[in-house]
């Protein structure tokens, strides 16, 4: 199971879920899973428009990606975000349509974008998604503090000069490219649940920003660990282990969480008591 | 005249069904979709689009009335999203993203299962745009019907619900079962988008759901007039999409129409995007806030909260 | 006044000059001029709806006004300025999020920096000092989103302190509060004003419980605003002027009561209709 081909599958692995427990820590905190739904979808709409033009799809992925990721904060700045979020989405799933209505043949390619195949991973893949998780995971270090803060006191970082609008920004195209990167491996649809169900579990553990966010990352790794596993040893898909793990651990998280919580563990205090 | 109709359209079948259809799933999402967009669920929306059809994929490959797919499908997603949700707007969004995940595995084992028995080609295509112009005519009847019933549904819950999504607090303390009506609703919610899934496809589930009661709410005082106008804009959007669907296949010379879904679409975010013009929204007497600093992500409402000892 | 070479001492800490804010044809801010001197503790005061929050925006920088200057210490209003703490209104924070109340105030400190990092042990200090200050240790590694609204605040003050600014500004820290709570956090305030040597700006729709503390008092209605001591500004001659209509001002044991007649129209009243005793 850990040779040949598989190596590959290992090591592309353990990339994605670095970045996706990194990324998905401020996904959960910021209440973005349905940006983080849309943006890959979305670009992959862009995947087929390139194929209709002759284009690498993947550079249709990108710049779709990158799209979806600014319309939905433009349009989420005025307006609710869960709508902005949503018109951008259909806009390019429509898109998406209009081009495959402009190609008399059928894709198989196209389709094998949504699921993606890490089994089938060659090592020539492995370098782009290295760069790319890298450069994610270091703009979120970067940012770090200002995404902190800008998620619990939006006014008080404002007051001290940081754009929240900016640094929303900067996450979705963060996301977008989380997403992207992973799509030809994972594929647009998987890789979002590994950026949930670990970082929604890790932050029931622990008080700690730095501890929930290591902890978003071990998930995350354990989790698609045991997808690879056992997809090689049953042949069903990747996606699916990731899936249902990860709904697991979302489970695991929210009980641990209840039981602090009545155990009065979640405020360091006895569960009565006067401020 | 000639030029905005081209040749046939009046007269043809499809046209007819897709005009009729169309219209009934317009009305439906857009009144159930007012509250949607109210309540901060568009993702859970959306979301049920794909999980319904999930359930319709499974139900046509192992020979099951795909309708009956889409609807449980649907249904029991609604249900383990509010079973596992939380009253915080974020956490339902992660409780939706939860079940969606799952459904898209499943998914993916189905296609899996699939291809290892019959070829797809197309099926999948089908099921994932859909095309309104290709859907069967005796569905109609069924579709209106459950339509029907959805609304009937969301009339008899209308009050509490209104009040329940305006402040959970109050609605409780008014003796209103929150969680209840809540659950209620999303199963509303799941049976709309199931219809409107395999009537017009997942696309413009989503979004006759959202836009045009966004749309609306933009631009009226009150949530009745919103869901008028919804329904107003909805079926105008979806006639004109239609129209122009059906007029572009003589555009290109490559006649190839454009799905109808992109006219739809199109049409319908162009809009929302007129609705949030300054000018538009003043005319319609609703006075901007000044631009908050507030970022874009949802707000938390309150989660009721132990107070201090007084 | 301020750029002549005179200490730091001398230059008011904020110098609001003419400020007007109108929105969609009408005027909610007209011609407001005040100032916080260094040390001072100001209470903002007006009915809801009548430009308090405008104002502090304003003065933060988050919205501009249609004229009028601000001057903080002296210099134009920057956007970046360190020398303002902000405690904003009804502020909300979830359960769910894996932050202590530690580490809220330490971002305080740095949470505009790039970058991760170790805190130093002197920033460590200085977080610990300003949660033994607002008597939050005890829930000092709790989450914040489990705290209660009065703890909450309690946090959000150290977050605004910790930098050290000269200026606190505070929405309606007040509204909602039971009375003791009230009493509790007005001296706390007055406490940290003196501890910290800074300025104090709070808004409130009643004044009374500020009386014991307040240095000076801007009193804001119809969009124009009185600023003064309580003593100067409190009084019917004045209060008449500034509502447009005539008005009576009641003392009693301590309290200050403002009476309008009975169907006076106009503007209202902070804290009521025609008459309450607090």
Known sequence: ?275 | MHVLFEPGFFVSGPVHTAAVLGAVVAVVSAIVGVFTVMRSQSFAGHALTDVATTGGSGAFLVGLNPLAGFIGGGVIGAGAMDLIGVQRVRSRDLATGIVLGVATGLSALLLYLDTTQHATTGATQQILFGSIFTVDPSTVPVVIALGAVTLAAIAVISRPLLLSTASPEIAAVAGIPVRLIGLLFMLALAVAVALSSIAIGSILSTALLIGPPATALRLSRSVHAAMILACALGVATTWLGILLAYDSYYWVSSHQALPVSFFIVAITVVLYLLSGLPAVRRRAGRVDPPPTAAPMTPPVPAAPRRQAAR | MGRDGSTAREVPVLEVENVSVAYSGRTILDAVSFEVRAGEFTGLIGSNGVGKTTLLRVVLGLQRPGSGEVRVLGAPRVRRSRSLGYVPQKVVLDPDVPMRARDLVALGIDGHRFGVGRRSKHQRERVDQMLHAVDAERFANSRVGSLSGGEQQRVLIAHALVSQPKLLLLDEPLANLDPKSVQEIVALLHRLSTDQDVAILLSAHEMNALLPVMDRIVYLSGGRAASGTTDEVVRPEVLTKLYGHHVDVLRLHGRVLVVAEPGAGGHDIPDHPPLTVV
Request: aromatic share 10%.
């Open chain 1, 1 to 275: 199971m850990f040779s040949g081909f598989m190596a590959n599958a290992w090591e592309v692995g353990t990339i994605v879920a670095i970045v996706a427990g990194v990324v998905g820590f401020f996904v959960v905190l910021r209440g973005a899973a349905f940006p983080a739904h849309a943006i890959p979808n979305g670009a992959f709409a862009g995947a087929a428009g390139a194929n209709l033009i002759g284009v690498n799809p993947l550079v249709g992925l990108g710049v779709f990606s990158v799209l979806a990721a600014l319309g939905i904060g433009t349009l989420g700045r005025r307006g609710k975000a869960d709508v902005a979020t949503a018109l951008a989405l259909v806009m390019m799933l429509a898109l998406g349509a209009a081009f495959l209505s402009q190609s008399t043949q059928y894709e198989p390619e196209i389709f094998s974008l949504l699921f993606g195949e890490i089994l089938g991973v060659s090592t020539t893949e492995i370098l782009p998604v290295a760069v790319l998780g890298l450069v994610c995971v270091l703009v979120v270090g970067l940012l770090y503090r200002r995404l902190m803060i800008t998620s619990l006191v939006p006014e008080v970082a404002a007051a001290r000069g940081i754009s929240p609008y900016l640094i929303e920004l900067a996450f979705l195209l963060v996301v977008a490219c989380a997403t992207t990167m992973t799509v030809p491996v994972v594929g647009a649809l998987l890789v979002f649940s590994l950026m949930i169900g670990p970082p929604a579990a890790a932050r029931c553990l622990t008080d700690r920003p730095g501890l929930a966010m290591l902890g978003s990352v071990l998930i995350a790794l354990a989790t698609l660990w045991a997808a690879i596993a056992c997809s090689f040893e049953s042949n069903w898909p990747v996606g699916f282990f990731v899936a249902t793990f990860s709904a697991a651990w979302f489970g695991l998280g929210r009980g641990i969480a209840a039981v602090r919580q009545r155990r009065g563990l979640w405020s360091g205090r006895p569960a009565e008591s006067v401020a």
